[in-house]
Nanobody
Framework: QVQVVESGGGLVQAGGSLRLSCTTS????????MGWIRQAPGKEREGVSC????????VYLDSVKGRFTISRDNAKNTLYLQMNSLKPEDTAMYYC??????????????????WGQGTQVTVSS
């Protein structure tokens, strides 16, 4: 059974930092492209960043470029999102998602096949 579990969310003041983590089990992590997707209250889900299975390719939402960094450790089956200079508009539930490499490469959330339950990030002004 595939499990995707996020951690690291919390409450932080504007300008602060958080590091999200996502661990997976039940799937060959190194064969999967991974993404971070967020959903703010009353808004649709939007892709924040994605990373190729080997970590060599990354894509970022324009509004987080220069502030967020996605990375992965295939030996630990873990995905990360380092978030710096956080803004109130970054407040959202953040989800980790996976899709087999070679089948989908996009920030668009609709193509991901495995999802976690999410971790809440709240940025106060």
């Amino acid at each position: 059974q595939v499990q995707v579990v996020e951690s690291g969310g919390g409450l932080v003041q504007a300008g602060g930092s958080l590091r999200l983590s996502c661990t997976t089990s039940g799937l060959p992590f190194g064969d999967y492209n991974m993404g971070w997707i967020r959903q703010a209250p009353g808004k649709e889900r939007e892709g924040v960043s994605c990373i190729s299975r080997n970590g060599r390719s990354t894509v970022y939402l324009d509004s987080v470029k220069g502030r967020f960094t996605i990375s992965r450790d295939n030996a630990k089956n873990t995905l990360y999102l380092q978030m710096n200079s956080l803004k109130p508009e970054d407040t959202a539930m953040y989800y980790c998602a996976a899709v087999r490499s070679g089948t989908y490469w996009s920030l668009n959330p609709r193509g991901y096949t495995h999802w976690g339950q999410g971790t809440q990030v709240t940025v106060s002004s």
